[in-house]
């Protein structure tokens, strides 16, 4: 009794923190999402929501950019986990690639703000080599790039971390087998590393369903996603239900992706 | 009549300061059944990565057919491999393990289910291609690993220790069942295994292998009743192992005394080693044995009882009798002429033939 009193002690701090950050909060915003703006039950936020073309517009914009900056990261991440596993001293650079992420977020906007503005770094190389001044900042490339340039990390390491598990013996055999370089991509490398793709775009894709600040800082506001709705709902016009149902509907797609994106259970044999 | 299909030239391999390979040379006729045997880390699996094309040696020339392929990439080599660890695919069932060779080279759908399925009866899993990997024992999925190589009827198949998992009467049958089909297919087979008696019961060929050397290549029977060295003789079968001095051609000295041999062309007086097998000494009465010993301890071995003794200059002897002896009896030992094989010290495998020759010759 006493030893699983101990053991049981142990999940108390992890418990609270589940209850008071992650449980309480999802309760708090869902029943939020029932009241309108004078404190009334009502189930008119969904209604606005699901009847209004601007919010079917902004979830669809921030599906499609998310998406984007999925297919972007995914694209760079993948071949550049797949060398740096055959790198030499690759702890070191993977080190290299994660630094990075250890500088706040709104540090590397405005270090991006700086080098797409108008006299920022592209536009004066631009000039040397005799091109006018483009407009960067505040379009989607620019959006697309930044972010993107955020998420890599989070990319590459669970692709890195799951070609390094990858069993070297399972390409030579493909390879024995008579597998040209490609068909044993296709056919056992992908494979063996899709859940960590998986993780990968688990963890960029969700974070950038709800992205709001470079949307307004890089994207000057061009973009506007679920994320830019809640922060006006909760800051601005201070309508917290409708803030809370469109956080809701975050948190059901979120839930989608997780589900599309989860490990499912080993089909059983086919009889 | 059979030409040689793959060759090794000089080949060796390190990896920094560590030699793996020493100059091997090694040459595989079409058709044969070739063993390389040799204890754990002795470079076995090394020769096969360097002919199967996962790595590369570091000087020396690997040849097939004549040409050399040391820079020929592993999925354009003429050779299928069954790996010392499956190296199974874990996302693939059995059948689409089996089959991935055949869909590689896009054979038609039948002749594909056609053929996995022979594959698979001949390694005695028939109706197991539904299952996931995960789900065989370790034995099972090393015939699934045998099934996937030899579904392809390859020119040369290399086989690292592929029946190292199974129980004594499956791994029976599937040496049987793996000779038949190099027989049948004509097949080159490489295989590797430490165990001494599969090597002897299934080759044409063997290379006994030691700390990355050759250390002797031939027949079993070669092997067998005329090791080159100490090494040779005691992985190969059980040995009895005495230091002794060659008197002169045909007679040798040990244990205090001088005996009659087969062996010749070496210096007068010259040290050497001689080789006794169990299974070619008799027990006798003290007067009538050549050797005395003293029977310490003895095991029943089922076909026979192995019996170790000692002489007086404590010298140990391993006797192998149909009869039991009784403990702590002295008895004598006898023996033939030609059950005395003299080895020199160091010699080279080239020196060994030559010298056969010399007098085998007469
Ligand atoms: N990548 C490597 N780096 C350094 N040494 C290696 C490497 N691969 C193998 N070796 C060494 O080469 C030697 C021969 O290895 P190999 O795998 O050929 O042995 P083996 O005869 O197949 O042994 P076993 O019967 O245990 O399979 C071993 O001493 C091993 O430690
Ligand atoms: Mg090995």
Known sequence: MKKNGTSMAFYVPYGLWLALFVIAPVILIIYQSFFDINGHLTLANYQTYFSSGTYILMTFNSVWYAFLITVVTLLISYPTAYLLHYTKHKQLWLLLIILPTWINLLLKAYAFIGIFSQNGGINTFLGMLGIAPKQFLFTDFSFIFVASYIEIPFMILPIFNGIEELNESFVNASRDLGAKWWQTFTKVIWPLTISGVKSGVQAVFIPSLSLFMLTRLIGGNRVITLGTAIEEHFLVTMNWGMGSTIGVVLIVAMVIIMFLTGERKKRGRRA | ?362
């Open chain 2, 1 to 362: 009549m059979s030409h040689t299909i793959i060759e090794l030239q000089h080949v060796s391999k390190r990896y920094g300061d560590t030699v793996v390979l020493k100059d091997i040379n090694i040459e595989i006729e079409q058709g044969k059944f070739y063993t390389l045997l040799g204890p754990s880390g002795s470079g076995k699996t090394t020769i096969l990565r360097a002919i199967a094309g996962f790595l590369e040696v570091s000087e020396g020339d690997v040849l097939f057919d004549g040409q050399r392929i040391n820079d020929v990439p592993a999925n354009e080599r003429k050779v299928n491999t069954v790996f010392q660890d499956y190296a199974l695919f874990p996302h693939m069932n059995v059948f689409e393990n089996v089959a991935y060779g055949l869909r590689i080279q896009k054979k038609p759908k039948k002749a594909v289910a056609q053929r996995v399925e022979s594959a698979l009866k001949m390694v005695r899993l028939e109706g197991y291609g539904d299952r996931e990997i995960s789900e065989l024992s370790g034995g099972q999925q090393q015939r699934v690993a045998i099934a996937r190589a030899i579904v392809l009827e390859p020119a040369v198949l290399l086989l690292d220790e592929p029946l190292s998992a199974l129980d004594a009467k499956l791994r029976k049958d599937m040496q049987y069942e793996l000779r038949e089909l190099q027989q049948r297919l004509g097949i080159t087979f490489l295989f590797v295994t430490h165990d001494q008696e599969e090597a002897l019961a299934l080759s044409d060929e063997i290379f006994v292998m030691n700390d990355g050397e050759v250390q002797q290549s031939g027949t079993p029977v070669d092997i067998y009743d005329e090791p080159i060295n100490h090494f040779v003789a005691d992985f190969i079968g059980e040995s009895n192992i005495v230091a002794g001095h060659m008197i002169a051609d045909y007679q040798v000295e040990f244990n205090g005394k001088t005996f009659e041999c087969a062996d010749a062309g070496m210096r007068p007086n010259e040290p050497v080693e001689v080789v006794l097998r169990p299974e070619d000494l008799d027990i006798t009465s003290t007067d009538a044995g050549k050797v005395q010993v003293k029977v310490d301890t003895q095991l029943f071995r089922g076909d026979y009882y192995e019996i170790v003794a000692y002489d007086r200059l404590n010298n140990e002897w391993l006797i192998h009798s149909t009869n039991p002896a009784v403990d702590g009896d002295t008895v004598g030992l006898t023996f033939d002429a030609e059950d005395i094989h003299v080895m020199r010290l160091n010699e080279s495998e080239e020196d060994f033939d030559a010298r056969l020759e010399s007098y085998e010759g007469e």
